[in-house]
Nanobody
Framework: QVQLVESGGGLVQAGGSTRLSCAAS????????MGWFRQALAKEREFVGT????????YYADSVKGRFTISRDNAKNTVFLRMNFLKSEDTAVYYC???????????????????WGQGTQVTVSS
């Protein structure tokens, strides 16, 4: 069974940092572009960032650019989201997602990802 499991969420103070992990199982995701999305209460899910499989090229939403960093460890089938200088508006459930194998380039649209994790809550207290 193909599965993504996020971890590392919790309560963080504004201005602080935390790192989310997304562990994949059921297939190798080394050839999949991976993405992070988030959904705040009563809001639509929004794109956070993505990392391509071919060259680890990254692309971020303007709201997190310069504060968040995505990386991947293909040997461990794991993707990370490092979040620095957190703001209250970063409070949300964070989801990782995997794109179809060998899809070239970054992917920003949620509809183009075919495997999703269950999400992990990040709450930033001010």
């Amino acid at each position: 069974q193909v599965q993504l499991v996020e971890s590392g969420g919790g309560l963080v103070q504004a201005g602080g940092s935390t790192r989310l992990s997304c562990a994949a199982s059921g297939r190798s995701f080394s050839s999949s572009t991976m993405g992070w999305f988030r959904q705040a209460l009563a809001k639509e899910r929004e794109f956070v960032g993505t990392i391509s499989w071919s060259d680890s090229n990254t692309y971020y939403a303007d709201s997190v650019k310069g504060r968040f960093t995505i990386s991947r460890d293909n040997a461990k089938n794991t993707v990370f989201l490092r979040m620095n200088f957190l703001k209250s508006e970063d409070t949300a459930v964070y989801y990782c997602a995997a794109g179809p194998p060998y899809r070239v380039g970054v992917i920003t649209a949620a509809s183009e990802y075919d495997v999703w994790g269950q999400g992990t809550q990040v709450t930033v207290s001010s």
